[in-house]
């Protein structure tokens, strides 16, 4: 079966420090992956997804960047982090190809909640 | 251009009174809806998925092409249903992307 990690679960930061979550993925090959941001109030906000090794999309501009390094990994980065990326991040993967029955379910990691001051 | 609605940020109901979550989109083309719940200290996790036209935990949603809306209905709500409700789409069904647009999402608390 398919099981999804994120790490570090808790993070506090000081403003202008770098940052990087990991996410990784095992049980299945080549997975879409996605990185959220969940603010209360503001639902659910795609901020990266990739549907392979070194393919990143960016849904909105802003202080972070995404990688893939390899096939069942991803992580988000920030250079120098503002008050505005503290938050709850969520990763999730899904299988790729074209929508199917199932192909569209998302399956979401346990969160990584930052805290920027 | 794909969008959802919750519009009501917090439900709160009585035990055994139903309950209806409602959720509008905006999407141009044919969209796959899903609703998702998050329990108190648990993951995000799929509730059920309009294409299954399936009830799970007594919940049930009926895409409505005319109003553009996927509400979340139970007749008879349960404390147990207390949680954080998400209704997403996803489009683009040429894309092999396919993320999911979610909504702001709606805390249910269901009292005794």
């Known amino acids: 079966s398919q099981t999804i990690h994120q790490w570090p679960a808790t993070l506090v930061q000081p403003v202008g420090s770098p940052l990087s979550l990991e996410c990784t993925v095992e049980g299945t090959s080549n997975p879409n992956l996605y990185w959220y941001r969940q603010a209360a109030g503001r639902g659910l906000q795609l901020l990266f997804y990739s549907v392979g090794i070194g393919q990143i999309s960016s849904e909105v501009p802003q202080n972070l960047s995404a990688s893939r390094p390899q096939d069942r990994q991803f992580i988000l980065s920030s250079k120098k982090l503002l008050l505005s990326d503290s938050g709850f991040y969520l990763c999730a993967w899904k299988f790729p190809g074209r929508p199917s029955s199932g192909a569209n379910v998302l399956t979401f990691g346990a969160g990584s909640r930052l805290t920027v001051l | 251009a794909q969008r959802v609605t919750q519009p009501e940020k917090l439900l709160s109901v009585f035990k055994g009174a139903p309950v209806e979550l409602k959720c509008n989109y905006s999407?141009?083309?044919?969209?796959?809806l899903f609703w998702y719940v998050q329990y108190s200290r648990q993951r995000l996790q799929l509730l059920l998925r309009h294409i299954s036209r399936e009830s799970i935990k007594g919940f049930t949603a009926d895409l409505n092409k005319g109003e553009t809306s996927f509400h979340l209905k139970k007749p008879f709500a349960q404390e147990e249903d207390s949680a954080m409700y998400y209704c997403?789409?996803?489009?683009?069904?040429?894309?092999?992307?396919?993320?999911?647009?979610f909504g702001e999402g709606t805390q249910l608390t269901v009292n005794p």
């Open positions: 999407y141009s083309g044919s969209p796959e």
């Open positions: 997403a789409l996803s489009g683009g069904i040429l894309t092999s992307g396919s993320r999911l647009t």
